[in-house]
């Protein structure tokens, strides 16, 4: 469930209290009390968010609809027709004359401008719904938000000035009518933890194209993956879609990309033993794509990490070497040679003590005939 931000609490505050100060304007006119008609004040434009109850029990609408499943963003192809609904409210009893309301997207100036709706005028404590259609035919691939304007042209005195802008929660993400195709790459340790030398490690490559138009398996791959040193190809390759291999010490792959749709690749490689512990080793692969819709694959870029922040950068990973293995509880490690050697010389040296030690008991027997051997 949406929460209101104090703003919009604030918001709601004031759009009931105007109502209720234009009812209470309204009793009195009626019953002769003693209150200048009208209140004095200047008028207030202002957009009241999404489900903010207004005059007449009617609720305030601000929504953006476009032909395929809602979502934000609002994802459709460039060119696509878009609805965007907006409520412009006079929050307080003083009337409004004539003014514009104007919509735009990302900027407010001509380049970004949607269109334009005239009012004649706004009467105290009254709203006005209106519709505009966007047609997104050249703008920009990427996501986009809409900002309404009231009183664009600054005809209109206001009490506050400051809140005439809004800018739709919804925002729309244009897709280009041509392939658009981008591509992360991910590594893997089967055994969990960190890398270590002579493991095997499994890469991950998630290409999508976020174009409107499938692109085709053209001449040439459509991806590679050089591998460097101290990797070997360990193969397990797999595709979810078309063809991959090995050519060389280079993984390729070969195949389409729907629109809007991805294809997966994994493939393994052997961390040799004699990497040294910390030692850091980066790769990254090459996405070859057509960005015109001609069949071409004219765009060349490479894989990106989506573990870090930066931008089209190489997949890392650090090695580190495994401690000794301690022994296992209940078993005893067999002795090396040379603990062996060391073990016989301890036994032959107390061999040689105890031997020396009755030597000696022997002759002091001899030397006393006469006593008893106890």
Same mark, same amino acid.
């Given at each position: 469930?949406?929460?209101?931000?104090?703003?919009?609490?604030?918001?709601?505050?004031?759009?009931?209290?105007?109502?209720?100060?234009?009812?209470?304007?309204?009793?009195?006119?009626?019953?002769?009390?003693?209150?200048?008609?009208?209140?004095?004040?200047?008028?207030?434009?202002?957009?009241?968010?999404?489900?903010?109850?207004?005059?007449?029990?009617?609720?305030?609408?601000?929504?953006?609809?476009?032909?395929?499943?809602?979502?934000?963003?609002?994802?459709?192809?460039?060119?696509?027709?878009?609805?965007?609904?907006?409520?412009?409210?006079?929050?307080?009893?003083?009337?409004?004359?004539?003014?514009?309301?104007?919509?735009?997207?990302?900027?407010?100036?001509?380049?970004?401008?949607?269109?334009?709706?005239?009012?004649?005028?706004?009467?105290?404590?009254?709203?006005?719904?209106?519709?505009?259609?966007?047609?997104?035919?050249?703008?920009?691939?990427?996501?986009?938000?809409?900002?309404?304007?009231?009183?664009?042209?600054?005809?209109?005195?206001?009490?506050?000035?400051?809140?005439?802008?809004?800018?739709?929660?919804?925002?729309?993400?244009?897709?280009?009518?041509?392939?658009?195709?981008?591509?992360?790459?991910?590594?893997?340790?089967?055994?969990?933890?960190?890398?270590?030398?002579?493991?095997?490690?499994?890469?991950?490559?998630?290409?999508?194209?976020?174009?409107?138009?499938?692109?085709? #398996?053209? %001449?040439?791959?459509?991806?590679?993956? +050089? &591998? @460097?040193?101290?990797?070997?190809? =360990? /193969?397990?390759?797999? !595709?979810?879609?078309?063809?991959?291999?090995?050519?060389?010490?280079?993984?390729?792959?070969?195949?389409?990309?729907?629109?809007?749709?991805?294809?997966?690749?994994?493939?393994?490689?052997?961390?040799?033993?004699?990497?040294?512990?910390?030692?850091?080793?980066?790769?990254?692969?090459?996405?070859?794509?057509?960005?015109?819709?001609?069949?071409?694959?004219?765009?060349?870029?490479?894989?990106?990490?989506?573990?870090?922040?930066?931008? #089209?950068? %190489?997949?890392?990973?650090?090695?580190? +070497? &495994? @401690?000794?293995?301690?022994?296992? =509880? /209940?078993?005893?490690? !067999?002795?090396?040679?040379?603990?062996?050697?060391?073990?016989?010389?301890?036994?032959?040296?107390?061999?040689?003590?105890?031997?020396?030690?009755?030597?000696?008991?022997?002759?002091?027997?001899?030397?006393?005939?006469?006593?008893?051997?106890?």
């Amino acid at each position: 469930m949406r929460q209101r931000s104090p703003q919009t609490g604030i918001q709601s505050r004031r759009a009931v209290g105007g109502w209720v100060f234009c009812l209470i304007l309204a009793v009195s006119v009626l019953t002769g009390s003693a209150v200048d008609p009208p209140c004095g004040k200047a008028p207030d434009l202002w957009f009241p968010a999404p489900g903010i109850v207004l005059s007449h029990g009617e609720v305030s609408v601000q929504q953006v609809i476009g032909p395929g499943p809602a979502g934000n963003p609002l994802v459709v192809c460039e060119g696509t027709l878009i609805r965007v609904i907006t409520t412009v409210d006079n929050l307080t009893c003083g009337a409004a004359g004539e003014f514009d309301v104007s919509l735009f997207y990302d900027f407010l100036d001509g380049a970004h401008l949607i269109g334009v709706k005239h009012v004649v005028g706004l009467d105290d404590c009254e709203h006005i719904v209106l519709e505009f259609v966007w047609d997104t035919t050249g703008v920009p691939p990427g996501e986009h938000t809409i900002i309404a304007v009231a009183d664009s042209g600054a005809d209109v005195d206001e009490l506050n000035e400051t809140n005439n802008q809004y800018p739709f929660e919804i925002r729309v993400e244009v897709r280009p009518l041509v392939p658009l195709i981008d591509a992360d790459k991910v590594f893997i340790d089967p055994n969990g933890g960190s890398p270590a030398p002579g493991e095997t490690i499994v890469y991950e490559i998630t290409i999508r194209n976020d174009g409107c138009r499938d692109h085709h #398996d053209n %001449p040439g791959h459509e991806f590679t993956d +050089e &591998l @460097p040193a101290l990797l070997t190809y =360990a /193969g397990a390759a797999t !595709a979810t879609a078309g063809v991959v291999g090995l050519e060389g010490n280079r993984v390729v792959w070969n195949g389409e990309i729907p629109a809007g749709g991805t294809v997966t690749i994994t493939f393994q490689v052997v961390l040799d033993d004699d990497i040294e512990d910390l030692e850091t080793i980066c790769n990254q692969g090459m996405i070859h794509w057509d960005s015109d819709g001609d069949d071409i694959n004219d765009t060349d870029d490479p894989t990106d990490d989506p573990g870090t922040p930066a931008a #089209d950068d %190489p997949t890392c990973l650090t090695v580190h +070497e &495994l @401690p000794p293995s301690a022994p296992m =509880a /209940g078993t005893i490690d !067999a002795p090396t040679l040379t603990e062996w050697g060391a073990i016989v010389f301890g036994v032959l040296l107390a061999a040689a003590f105890v031997g020396m030690l009755l030597r000696r008991r022997h002759l002091m027997r001899e030397q006393r005939p006469g006593e008893e051997v106890g």
